[in-house]
């Protein structure tokens, strides 16, 4: 029996967890955020189910069905109620082909997966990083801890390594997993991970905007649109029509409608969560 550390507890650290105590190993998975989950976020407020983070996975995807069954919850998972998909041009919205939308945003997209689009869960896709976290609370072999952001990674005297908390604690392993993004890796492992540290990330926001069936005047009979690079006014880059797209997304007689931004870096400084909504609802109105 080995002991494993694993710093990060979204859906890579909770997966991995979930693994290695299957094979006997003692686990501590330490996570610097209050909750589990990470980049899976979904929230269920007055009969809405908001995505946060990633609104599902890739159709052909054997690996995540087989986790839902190891998990007990392949019973939830959902695909798509349309496959239909549109183009803004900057003066109007057109049918796209299978791939289409992928082509207008720059995405690469396997041919054997054009037009097969994504799966979810009924409850949203935090419900697999909820369901995960409750398994490694259940088994005796898994300590979790959150809010323990780590601020040390060396290898102990004795062998192994040592993660240095930063409210004080100590967590000594014989192997470590680092599942965090490309930042917190690479301060954790210094030069070998100069890579990770120099690489480009993009920041993306998004913002789901809800409203009565009846003030949309677009029959929404599509996953949504994508927007053409040279109109990405303010960085508007697309629309999902959730609730076209997935059931049970939103209370009978509402929709909801999750936009997409490639905000500057100033826009992040200065802009609230109402400056956000403002100029989602400004982007809304040029196409619908």
């Known amino acids: 029996m080995r002991r494993v550390a694993i710093v990060g507890g979204g859906l890579a650290g909770c997966i991995v967890a979930f693994r290695r105590a299957a094979a006997g190993d003692r686990v501590t998975l330490v996570e610097a955020a209050s909750r589990m989950g990470g980049q899976l976020w979904t929230e269920r407020t007055a009969g ?11 159709a052909r995807s054997e690996a995540v069905p ?7 919850i392949a019973g939830d998972l959902v695909g798509q109620e349309t496959h239909r998909s549109f183009g803004f041009d900057g003066a109007a919205l057109r049918e796209l082909a299978p791939g289409e939308a992928a082509a207008f945003l720059g995405f690469q997209v396997p041919r054997d997966e054009l037009g097969k ?3 979810t869960f009924r409850h949203g896709m935090e419900q697999l990083t909820e369901t995960l976290a409750r398994a490694l609370a259940s088994d005796e072999r898994v300590e979790v801890r959150t809010s323990a952001a780590v601020a040390s990674l060396a290898r102990a005297a004795g062998g192994g390594f040592r993660l ?5 604690a100590e967590v000594d392993a014989d192997a470590v997993v680092i599942a965090t993004q490309a930042a917190g890796a690479a301060a954790l492992l210094g030069e070998p991970a100069r890579a990770l540290r120099d690489a480009e990330t993009l920041s993306s926001v ?9 003030a949309i ?14 109109h990405q006014a303010h960085g508007f880059r697309a629309c999902t029509f959730t609730t076209s797209k997935f059931a049970e997304r939103a209370p009978a007689g509402h929709v909801a409608l999750r936009l997409f931004f490639r905000p500057e870096p100033a826009d992040l400084e200065r802009m609230g969560d109402g400056a956000w909504a403002a100029r989602a609802e400004a982007s809304l109105a040029r196409v619908l």
């Open 66 to 72: 087989a986790l839902a069954g190891a998990l007990g």
């Open 164 to 168: 240095a908390l930063a409210r004080g």
């Open 206 to 214: 998004t913002v789901s905007l809800a409203y009565p069936r009846a």
């Open 117 to 119: 689009g994504i799966r």
């Open 48 to 58: 809405f189910v908001v995505e946060h983070g990633a609104e599902g996975f890739i």
């Open 217 to 230: 005047e677009h029959p929404l009979d599509g996953t949504g649109f994508v927007v053409a690079a040279g």
